[in-house]
């Protein structure tokens, strides 16, 4: 009797993340530096963690309502309101979820429909184009170069838009590059947008880490609000990665199917974390100002060092990635972190993994401790010179 393919095909096709599938070569190395995973170093501020700790001595171990705690909501409200002038409804415009992936994961579930289009300017985190995929969409891959700063344009964005396309997941600060945008360059790619009704579902997780002027999020542009999805998170900013808080803001209507679909999968994010992500609109800005302002020390020191090295890359302008070129070397991205791992025990992430046109690049974070990044700047140089002499 032969056996049956138990796997649905459209996952039996999905690769696996490159970040992951490269960083399970890292498991069980010792001294390795890492500059691979994008996770904050930083433990979460103490304040922070005393209020999820505390709410378990309450006894605040029950669900929450579907669209999480009201009083979370409200803050966020609050906050965006304050921050950007955004007004949004805690009653019908908001939702709590399981950190970021789940709000974009809820996101292309509740807009598309099997065949629609969503495009995905690269390079892009690695996420983006399966969980399209996996929502019965089709990822159009809309590639950018380090000529251009790694952004796209109107004119590249209007020439990708048909009648299938449905949306574009637009992500700044960026996540591999660190690049982001101005107001004029968005409110471009927003006539756009708007021009052929398309949903922006905007990852703007990196808001906060922003270096280089003032973060604009997409929503505050003339008209834009009525069709974005705005999602952020905790995890970043505030190094609660572990917590899984996120949230999504937008139309009523696109909410609601947000959260139909989050009540028959997940219900409601943990409520301990909802009460530490409270905790942290209320008190956590200094702890931000903090860890920014060192991320922006680790941002200075390295693009300095990959470029005295050869490794040429603009300055990031936001989040805490770098995404240098690796071309001088003459090897592939994969065998360039393969080798600079099993030479110097430095890691990084090859560039192929946020597109197959970035095989000349890797990524690099640098969310890790200071003296950590001079070493590795001084074991890339080391393997640098040796990839060149040969």
Not at 179 to 195: D, F, H, Q
Not at 352 to 358: E, I, L, W
Request: hydrophobic share 35%; net charge positive.
């Amino acid at each position: 009797m032969k056996n049956k393919n138990f796997v649905a095909d459209k996952v039996e096709k999905l690769a696996p993340s490159g970040i992951r599938a490269f960083f399970d070569l890292v498991l069980g190395m010792k001294d390795v530096i890492s500059l691979g995973v994008g996770e904050p170093d930083f433990v979460t501020p103490w304040n922070i963690r005393e209020t999820g700790i505390f709410s378990l001595e309450q006894g605040y171990t029950s669900y929450t309502s579907n669209k999480g705690l009201y009083k979370l909501r409200l803050l966020i409200q609050r906050s965006l309101k304050q921050l950007y002038g955004l007004n949004y409804s805690p009653d019908d415009d908001i939702l709590i979820t399981v950190g970021v992936s789940e709000a974009l994961d809820l996101a292309v579930r509740a807009i598309l429909n099997p065949g629609d289009q969503v495009i995905i300017p690269e390079p892009c985190y690695v996420s983006y184009g399966p969980v399209v995929e996996l929502a019965g969409g089709v990822p159009v891959y809309l590639p950018t170069t380090a000529k251009e700063g790694f952004k796209i344009t109107a004119a590249k964005l209007e020439k990708a838009c048909n009648n299938k396309t449905k949306g574009i997941i637009l992500n700044y600060p960026s996540n591999p590059t660190g690049v982001t945008y101005n107001k004029k360059e968005l409110e471009s790619i927003s006539r756009v947008c708007l021009k052929h009704n398309l949903v922006v579902i905007s990852d703007e997780v990196y808001g906060d880490l922003t270096y280089t002027g003032k973060h604009i999020p997409f929503p505050c542009l003339s008209g834009a609000q009525a069709n974005t999805l705005y999602l952020n998170g905790f995890s970043k900013a505030y190094a609660m990665t572990g917590w899984r808080v996120g949230y999504a803001c937008g139309p009523k209507s696109i909410i609601a199917a947000m959260t139909k679909i989050h009540q028959y999968t997940i219900l409601c994010a943990p409520i301990l974390s909802q009460m530490a992500a409270c905790e942290a609109l209320q008190t956590g800005k200094k702890s931000l100002e903090d860890m920014k302002k060192e991320y922006n020390r680790r941002r200075d020191l390295m693009h300095q060092g990959l470029n005295e090295i050869g490794l040429s890359c603009d300055m990031p302008q936001g989040a805490f990635y770098i995404f240098p070129s690796i071309k001088k070397t003459g090897l592939s991205s994969l065998d360039f972190a393969n080798k600079l791992l099993k030479q110097q025990k430095v890691a990084v992430v090859p560039g192929v993994a946020f597109g197959k046109d970035y095989d000349q690049h890797i990524r690099i974070s640098y969310a890790t401790n200071y003296s950590k990044l001079q070493e590795a700047i001084k074991c890339i140089k080391i393997f640098v010179d040796s990839c060149i002499k040969k």
